[in-house]
């Protein structure tokens, strides 16, 4: 049993900390624990009865009906929901719920029907970036076991790397982009995404893969001839230092764009080198795969 705090709830479900105590005083469906301290924690099951709440509330069922439902009926009406945002949400639910139940099998289950249904890039934009996105503010707070990351993460990159060899693409472009993620960055997803990306509109790719050192993304930059380098920096080790990564860069390989997006991007402030470029949202990458495709 994981014990979640009222503001893990919040950031979960969507749902304001008043409003979910607000929700125990007035209705039955919660019942936290608390500390020898007094402060509120939450089973996997609560969190579960958040979120399902929260959706049905979301898409116009009071919250005095739902107290009365019964926990099937419950999952019978987030089932009927037809409205297309509301199914993704639920399907997000689903697998923030099989991750916290370690139910690997049933997280990719649900993966793959998404992948056969909808393909794998509308699955990652419409359903794993989200994911990932709301259990990240958990990894944050370490109320998620690092095991728990690794499994499910480890299934996801499992799936790109099965989707990027099955891609066959007739689009054939002239651009060779070098991929790597620098030195104490291990979050590979976000960079596979753009490799599959890439590969399934014709670009040319060198793959690097994760923790590599400049000196040898450097010797291979070199050796190949990119036309330009990307990384995509989701959150690396303590001592890794941005503005002397993008200097080392720079010092390195001053000629050669280098294209970065990812989280770090968003809170950086000062003027980065002048063969540097910031992809700060996703359609900005899209924008930019656009242009060398």
């Not at 926990?71 to 987030?78: A, F, Q, S, W």
């Not at 719920?97 to 699955?123: A, Y």
């Not at 036309?227 to 001592?239: E, G, P, Q």
């Amino acid at each position: 049993m994981h014990a979640f705090t009222i503001k893990d709830l919040e950031n979960l479900s969507g749902i304001k900390a008043h409003t979910i105590r607000i929700w125990e005083q007035r209705y039955s469906f919660l019942n936290p624990s608390r500390t020898d301290t007094n402060i509120r924690f939450y089973s996997n099951d609560e969190l579960k009865t958040v979120l399902n709440i929260a959706l049905l509330n979301k898409y116009g069922f009071k919250i005095s009906h739902i107290d009365r439902m019964s926990t099937t009926e419950i999952k019978e009406k987030i089932l009927c929901l037809s409205q297309m945002e509301a199914q993704q949400e639920r399907i997000i639910n689903e697998m923030i719920h099989t991750m916290v139940d370690m139910r690997l099998d049933s997280f990719e289950k649900l993966l793959d029907e998404n992948m056969s249904l909808r393909g794998i890039e509308k699955t990652i934009t419409q359903l794993i970036f989200p994911f990932m996105e709301r259990i990240g503010i958990l990894w944050l707070t370490n109320h998620i076991n690092p095991a728990q990351e690794h499994l499910v993460t480890n299934i996801i990159r499992q799936k790109l790397i099965v989707g990027i060899d099955g891609i066959h693409t007739l689009l054939n472009s002239k651009s060779l982009i070098l991929l790597f993620l620098p030195e104490g960055e291990h979050h590979e997803l976000g960079l596979l995404f753009v490799y599959y990306l890439m590969k399934r509109r014709g670009v040319n790719v060198i793959y690097l893969g994760s923790n590599v050192p400049v000196k040898d993304m450097e010797y291979v930059a070199k050796l190949k001839q990119p036309d330009a380098i990307f990384t995509h920096l989701t959150s690396v080790a303590n001592h890794f230092n941005f503005e002397k990564f993008l200097n080392n860069m720079h010092a390195r390989l001053p000629d050669l764009p280098l294209v970065i997006s990812g989280q770090i991007t968003q809170g950086y402030k000062k003027k980065a080198p002048n063969n540097t470029q910031f992809k700060k949202t996703l359609s900005e990458v899209m924008d930019f795969i656009g242009m060398i495709a």
